[in-house]
């Protein structure tokens, strides 16, 4: 089992400040692979839990894979969360290695995943490669309702796991809950009073199930979790008519990506460009700053309202 990990980051772990080591033996040990799972545990679980990520602060969680120390802590774990075999593929590796203790949780189980589709007609893919192409949209969380479904699988695991706090763990996902509510009516509110509904992506794509929930269109220069290296110049030029034509005002690109192509577009078409942050892992700053799910997500509607009017 070692043998298949050994590309792995062998001290990939991000506990959470509340778990104090004096009580942490009487707390539900929970893992998560990435930061919405591991800041909705949070925001349930409390003072209650102590929530493990796996991804460092500041890692790409595409190029993420699991070392040998990473399945240990699975294995210690009361409760495991992934996102699905469509994100964490590894997952359907190490099943079987793991303790039958450990209850393990497919947060996108209750959601319907979207197939990917290439939103640039052209077919020019010469530098695609096999590893991590997703044949779904895995970015489930970028709706705040589909993060409502994982807020309220998460919480039917704590109480299964600790029934005596089920009333606590209840009152706070109800809470949290009203919480993403609040956040889907701002952007609805935002959607409903802006003046276009297209968007230009200068990186990678993530926000599928944002933008279908809120109907809003899009051009990217790559698709989701595209593999290609560059965009064709044929794919950038085509942009940046169309941002010309349309005097579209933002250009928007991913967090820990080089944000080149943005700038070449924006560059070439008085356009400002944006983050438009997909919550897949957050920076060492913003982790320390404590940055959460909501903190990022309003980030964004802000950001989103400018590219919007």
Known sequence: M??????????????????????????????????????????????????????KPGVESHTYEPAPSDIVKINKADIFLYTGDEMEPWVAKILDSLDSDVMIVDLSKNITLEKVED???????????????????????????????????????????????????????????SELDQLDQDIRVAVSEAKRSEVVFGGRFAFYYFFEEYGLDYIAAYDSCSSETEPSAKTIARIIDTVKEKQIPVIFYEEFANPKVAESIASATGAKTLLLHSC?????????????YLSLMYQ??????????
């Open 2 to 55: 070692i043998s298949l990990f050994v590309v792995g980051c062998s001290n990939s772990e991000t506990t959470n400040s509340k778990g104090a080591e004096s009580d942490s033996a009487s707390k539900i040990k929970v893992v998560t692979t990435l930061f919405p799972q591991y800041d909705f545990v949070n925001e349930v679980g409390k003072d209650a839990v102590e929530v493990t990520m796996l991804l």
């Open 300 to 309: 964004n509607l802000e950001n989103l309202k400018e590219a919007l009017n």
């Open 280 to 292: 897949h892992n957050v920076s060492t700053d913003d982790y320390k700053d404590g940055a959460t």
């Open 119 to 177: 939103h640039d007609d052209e077919e020019e893919h010469e530098h695609e490669e096999e590893d991590h192409v997703h044949s779904y949209d895995p970015h489930i969380w970028t709706n705040p309702l589909n993060a409502k479904i994982m807020v309220e699988d998460i919480t039917k695991a704590l109480c299964e796991v600790n029934e005596a706090n089920k009333a606590i763990f209840e009152e706070n996902a109800k809470a949290y809950l």
